[in-house]
């Protein structure tokens, strides 16, 4: 894995991401995909008064946005499927989703069953395979960023951070607030 970025953060967008990612991060691994609604703070706060009890320092500066857990996802075998029905009221600036993800070396995908399934269990019993989880997070701007945690160094200071981890996964997240 490439360096860790280790400098303060202060974008508002990869701050709700990072604390998206360690909320699901301490529900620990083998989870469902998860997926948040991203909304300015002090919208929510407008509507939600009660709320401000519950909030930190940096959960109020300006700009901030809160991470709001979508419970109840479909079940679907599909992430496009899924993606691809989400929609988002105007209130929604952005989305947050965390996904985990095998990852082989390429040479892995060779001479793979013919059969998903034990194509999948072949993979999965892959001495180098690495479990990863992915958090991609985008507002309706087109701003991004993915964070990526691995099973093998799982710790809130090893997270990796970048803008391109996931383009694929970005473009549908980014997709879902198209009219």
């Known amino acids: 894995m490439g360096a860790v970025n280790v400098q303060p953060v202060a974008d508002p967008l990869a701050?709700?991401?990072?604390?998206?990612?360690?909320?699901v991060a301490a529900a620990g691994w083998d989870q469902p995909p998860r997926l948040f609604a991203l909304v300015r703070t002090a919208d929510l706060l407008a509507r939600e008064p009660h709320l401000r009890g519950q909030m930190g320092t940096s959960d109020l500066a300006e700009g901030a946005l809160s991470a709001v857990e979508q419970e109840g996802l479909p079940a679907t075998s599909s992430l496009e499927t899924l993606l691809g029905r989400l929609a988002w009221p105007p209130e929604v600036d952005g989305c947050a989703f965390?996904?985990?993800?095998?990852?082989?070396?390429?040479?892995?995908?060779?001479?793979l069953p013919e059969r998903p399934e034990a194509a999948v269990d072949h993979l999965a019993a892959h001495p180098d395979r690495q479990d990863v989880r992915l958090l991609v997070a985008v507002l309706r701007d087109g701003t991004s960023i993915c964070l990526l945690r691995q099973r093998a160094h799982d710790s809130d200071d090893a997270v990796a951070t970048g803008r391109d981890?996931?383009?694929?996964?970005?473009?549908?997240?980014?997709?879902?607030?198209?009219?």
């Open 15 to 23: 701050i709700a991401a990072l604390d998206a990612e360690r909320h």
């Open 98 to 111: 965390a996904i985990e993800r095998m990852v082989v070396p390429p040479d892995a995908e060779r001479d």
């Open 165 to 179: 981890l996931a383009p694929g996964l970005v473009a549908a997240l980014q997709a879902t607030f198209e009219d």
